[in-house]
C-alpha cells in the first residue's frame, strides 16, 4: 500500500507534468492568436465568459467537492449528483440563451447574442463530464487526466488557429473554447469507467448539501467578483481596454494558475484523507506553502521586471497598452495561489463555515475598492484589488494557521527567505537590464538568465526549505550521478 508521501508525490508529479503541458500549449496557442486577432475581440469574449462561467459554477453546485469530501461515496450518491447536475445545467443554458439579447443591449455589442448561446453548449457538456473528472481527482488519478487536459488543448488550440487563420475573427474563440470542452468530454468518458446507475435518492443530495451548499457560495462569490473589474471595464470604457486587460491577466496568470489548478486538485484530496490528523495537516501545509513560495514569488517578481520587452517581443506593439496592466495583475498572482492552499486545507476538514466566511471577508473589500476606484481608471481599479489579495491572504492565513497550530508568525518567518530572495533575484534582473544590449530580444534573454541563476544560488546557499523538499522528493530517481551532486549541493540524502 504506497503512502500518502508517495502517493501525494506520484500525483503532484503527473499534475505538474499536465501543468507544465498545458502551459507550453496554451503559452504557444494564445501568442497567435493575439497576433491574429484585436484586442476588441478579446474583450467580447472576456464579457461573456463572466455570464458563462457564473452558470458553471451553478453546475457544479459544491456537490461535486462534496463528494471528494466524503469518504465513501455510494453509487446512489455520484448518480444522484450527476442527474442534479445535469438538470442545472439545462436550466442554466436557457437562462443564458434568455438573457443574451439583454446582454447584447447593455453593452451596445449585437454580436455578443448570438455568441452567448453558442458558447452556453459548452455547459451542458461540462456538466457530463463534470463527476468523471472529480471521480479521478478523488483517487488522485492525474495521469489519465494529464492525458485528457493535453489532448483537448491541443486539439482545440490547433482549431482556434486554423480559424483565425481563415478570419472567422472572434468566432474562432468561441470554436476553440467548445472544441476543448467537447474533446475533453469524449476521453473522459473513454478513459474513465464509471457510468451512472441506480436510483436517484434526495437523502444524498440532503446529507451533502451543508458542505456542498456553502462551497456553491462560495463559488459564486468568486465567480462574481472576480470577474467584477471585467464587467464594469466593458461598461465604462471599451472592448479593446478590456481587451488589454485580459491579455495581462492570460499572460501573468498562465503559469500560475497552472500551478494553482494543481495544487487544488492534488492538495484538497491529499489533505481530505488525513483530516483528522492536525499534526501531518500543518506538516502538509508547511511543505505546500514552502514549495509553492520558493517557485512563486520569483516567477511574479521576475516577470514584473521583463513585463516591457516579454510583451513587445511576444506581442507585438499592438498589445503595448497591456504593460502596466500586467505588472499589476503579478501582484495579485504573488499571493493567491498561497490562499488557495489555505482554502484547500479549511475545505479538507470540513469547515466550509469558514471558508464561506473568509471569502465573504474578501468579497465585501472587493466591494469597496470598486466603488472607491473606478472613478481614476483601470489602473486605480487593478492596484485596488492587488491591495484586497494581499489582506485577503493575511485573514485566510490566520483562520486556517489557528486551526492547525500553524501561527501567523511561525508562517510569516516561514515565507521570509523567498520574499527578500525573490526581491534579490529582481534586483539582479532589473539592474542587468540598464545594459545597452542591440535588441530585445537579448535583453529578455539576459535578464531571465541573470536572476534565475542568482536566484538557484541564493537558494543552494542558504539550503531553504523548499529546496530540500524538492530534492528529496526526486533524489531516488536521480540516478547515481544526480544523487552524488545532491548531497554535494544540498546535502539531503535518501536517509
Given at each position: 500500500m504506497p503512502t500518502l508521501r508517495k502517493q501525494t508525490i506520484h500525483a503532484m508529479s503527473w499534475s505538474a507534468l499536465e501543468t507544465l503541458g498545458l502551459t507550453i500549449l496554451q503559452f504557444v496557442f494564445s501568442i497567435i492568436m493575439a497576433r491574429l486577432l484585436t484586442p476588441e475581440q478579446y474583450g467580447l469574449i472576456a464579457v461573456l465568459g463572466v455570464f458563462i462561467t457564473l452558470a458553471q459554477t451553478f453546475v457544479d453546485s459544491g456537490f461535486g467537492s462534496a463528494l471528494i469530501q466524503k469518504r465513501e461515496p455510494s453509487q446512489t450518491d455520484i448518480t444522484t449528483v450527476f442527474v442534479f447536475n445535469m438538470v442545472i445545467a439545462v436550466v442554466c443554458v436557457g437562462a443564458v440563451c434568455g438573457v443574451a439579447p439583454w446582454i447584447a443591449g447593455f453593452y451596445g455589442?449585437?454580436?455578443?447574442?448570438?455568441?452567448?448561446?453558442?458558447?452556453?453548449?459548452?455547459?451542458?457538456?461540462?456538466?457530463?463530464?463534470?463527476?468523471?473528472?472529480?471521480?479521478?481527482?478523488?483517487?488522485?488519478?492525474?495521469?489519465?487526466?494529464?492525458?485528457?487536459?493535453?489532448?483537448?488543448?491541443?486539439?482545440?488550440?490547433?482549431?482556434?488557429?486554423?480559424?483565425?487563420?481563415?478570419g472567422f475573427g472572434v468566432w474562432s474563440l468561441v470554436a476553440q473554447q467548445l472544441c476543448s470542452h467537447s474533446v475533453r468530454g469524449i476521453l473522459l468518458w473513454g478513459l474513465n469507467p464509471w457510468r451512472p446507475s441506480g436510483h436517484i435518492s434526495l437523502a444524498s443530495l440532503r446529507e451533502m448539501a451543508p458542505f456542498g451548499s456553502r462551497i456553491l457560495g462560495i463559488g459564486l462569490l468568486e465567480t462574481v467578483f472576480k470577474n467584477l473589474n471585467r464587467l464594469v471595464i466593458a461598461k465604462l470604457f471599451s472592448p479593446a481596454d478590456l481587451g488589454y486587460v485580459e491579455r495581462a491577466h492570460s499572460l501573468s496568470d498562465m503559469p500560475i494558475s497552472g500551478l494553482t489548478s494543481m495544487l487544488n486538485k492534488v492538495m484538497f484530496p491529499v489533505m481530505a484523507t488525513i483530516q483528522d490528523d492536525f499534526k501531518r495537516l500543518k506538516s502538509s501545509l508547511r511543505t505546500s506553502v514552502a514549495v509553492l513560495a520558493w517557485v512563486l514569488f520569483p516567477a511574479t517578481v521576475g516577470l514584473i521586471v521583463v513585463a516591457e520587452p516579454l510583451v513587445l517581443i511576444l506581442l507585438t506593439r499592438k498589445w503595448a497598452a497591456s504593460i502596466p496592466y500586467l505588472r499589476l495583475c503579478c501582484i495579485d498572482l504573488m499571493v493567491y495561489p498561497l490562499y488557495v492552499v489555505h482554502l484547500s486545507l479549511l475545505k479538507a476538514i470540513g469547515r466550509s463555515d469558514l471558508v464561506l466566511r473568509t471569502e465573504l471577508v474578501r468579497k465585501g473589500l472587493v466591494l469597496i475598492s470598486l466603488l472607491v476606484t473606478y472613478r481614476w481608471g483601470i489602473m486605480a481599479m487593478m492596484a485596488g484589488y492587488a491591495l484586497v489579495s494581499v489582506v485577503s491572504f493575511v485573514v485566510i492565513i490566520t483562520q486556517s494557521g489557528r486551526l492547525v497550530g500553524y501561527r501567523i508568525r511561525e508562517q510569516a518567518i516561514d515565507l521570509v527567505p523567498y520574499v527578500m530572495g525573490a526581491l534579490l533575484m529582481g534586483l539582479m534582473a532589473w539592474l542587468s537590464g540598464w545594459i545597452p544590449y542591440p535588441?530585445?530580444?537579448?535583453?529578455?534573454?539576459?535578464?531571465?538568465?541573470?536572476?534565475?541563476?542568482?536566484?538557484?544560488?541564493?537558494?543552494?546557499?542558504?539550503?531553504?526549505?523548499?529546496?530540500?523538499?524538492?530534492?528529496?522528493?526526486?533524489?531516488?530517481?536521480?540516478?547515481?550521478?544526480?544523487?552524488?551532486?545532491?548531497?554535494?549541493?544540498?546535502?539531503?540524502?535518501?536517509a
Amino acid at each position: 500500500m504506497p503512502t500518502l508521501r508517495k502517493q501525494t508525490i506520484h500525483a503532484m508529479s503527473w499534475s505538474a507534468l499536465e501543468t507544465l503541458g498545458l502551459t507550453i500549449l496554451q503559452f504557444v496557442f494564445s501568442i497567435i492568436m493575439a497576433r491574429l486577432l484585436t484586442p476588441e475581440q478579446y474583450g467580447l469574449i472576456a464579457v461573456l465568459g463572466v455570464f458563462i462561467t457564473l452558470a458553471q459554477t451553478f453546475v457544479d453546485s459544491g456537490f461535486g467537492s462534496a463528494l471528494i469530501q466524503k469518504r465513501e461515496p455510494s453509487q446512489t450518491d455520484i448518480t444522484t449528483v450527476f442527474v442534479f447536475n445535469m438538470v442545472i445545467a439545462v436550466v442554466c443554458v436557457g437562462a443564458v440563451c434568455g438573457v443574451a439579447p439583454w446582454i447584447a443591449g447593455f453593452y451596445g455589442q449585437p454580436i455578443l447574442r448570438p455568441m452567448a448561446c453558442v458558447l452556453s453548449m459548452g455547459i451542458v457538456i461540462n456538466a457530463l463530464c463534470l463527476i468523471q473528472f472529480r471521480l479521478m481527482t478523488k483517487r488522485l488519478d492525474f495521469k489519465t487526466q494529464a492525458k485528457i487536459g493535453l489532448g483537448s488543448t491541443l486539439f482545440s488550440g490547433v482549431v482556434g488557429v486554423l480559424m483565425a487563420m481563415n478570419g472567422f475573427g472572434v468566432w474562432s474563440l468561441v470554436a476553440q473554447q467548445l472544441c476543448s470542452h467537447s474533446v475533453r468530454g469524449i476521453l473522459l468518458w473513454g478513459l474513465n469507467p464509471w457510468r451512472p446507475s441506480g436510483h436517484i435518492s434526495l437523502a444524498s443530495l440532503r446529507e451533502m448539501a451543508p458542505f456542498g451548499s456553502r462551497i456553491l457560495g462560495i463559488g459564486l462569490l468568486e465567480t462574481v467578483f472576480k470577474n467584477l473589474n471585467r464587467l464594469v471595464i466593458a461598461k465604462l470604457f471599451s472592448p479593446a481596454d478590456l481587451g488589454y486587460v485580459e491579455r495581462a491577466h492570460s499572460l501573468s496568470d498562465m503559469p500560475i494558475s497552472g500551478l494553482t489548478s494543481m495544487l487544488n486538485k492534488v492538495m484538497f484530496p491529499v489533505m481530505a484523507t488525513i483530516q483528522d490528523d492536525f499534526k501531518r495537516l500543518k506538516s502538509s501545509l508547511r511543505t505546500s506553502v514552502a514549495v509553492l513560495a520558493w517557485v512563486l514569488f520569483p516567477a511574479t517578481v521576475g516577470l514584473i521586471v521583463v513585463a516591457e520587452p516579454l510583451v513587445l517581443i511576444l506581442l507585438t506593439r499592438k498589445w503595448a497598452a497591456s504593460i502596466p496592466y500586467l505588472r499589476l495583475c503579478c501582484i495579485d498572482l504573488m499571493v493567491y495561489p498561497l490562499y488557495v492552499v489555505h482554502l484547500s486545507l479549511l475545505k479538507a476538514i470540513g469547515r466550509s463555515d469558514l471558508v464561506l466566511r473568509t471569502e465573504l471577508v474578501r468579497k465585501g473589500l472587493v466591494l469597496i475598492s470598486l466603488l472607491v476606484t473606478y472613478r481614476w481608471g483601470i489602473m486605480a481599479m487593478m492596484a485596488g484589488y492587488a491591495l484586497v489579495s494581499v489582506v485577503s491572504f493575511v485573514v485566510i492565513i490566520t483562520q486556517s494557521g489557528r486551526l492547525v497550530g500553524y501561527r501567523i508568525r511561525e508562517q510569516a518567518i516561514d515565507l521570509v527567505p523567498y520574499v527578500m530572495g525573490a526581491l534579490l533575484m529582481g534586483l539582479m534582473a532589473w539592474l542587468s537590464g540598464w545594459i545597452p544590449y542591440p535588441n530585445l530580444w537579448l535583453k529578455l534573454i539576459s535578464q531571465i538568465a541573470v536572476g534565475s541563476a542568482g536566484y538557484l544560488l541564493l537558494s543552494i546557499m542558504f539550503r531553504w526549505k523548499a529546496v530540500m523538499q524538492i530534492t528529496l522528493a526526486l533524489y531516488p530517481y536521480l540516478g547515481t550521478t544526480g544523487q552524488s551532486w545532491a548531497r554535494r549541493l544540498t546535502g539531503v540524502s535518501a536517509a
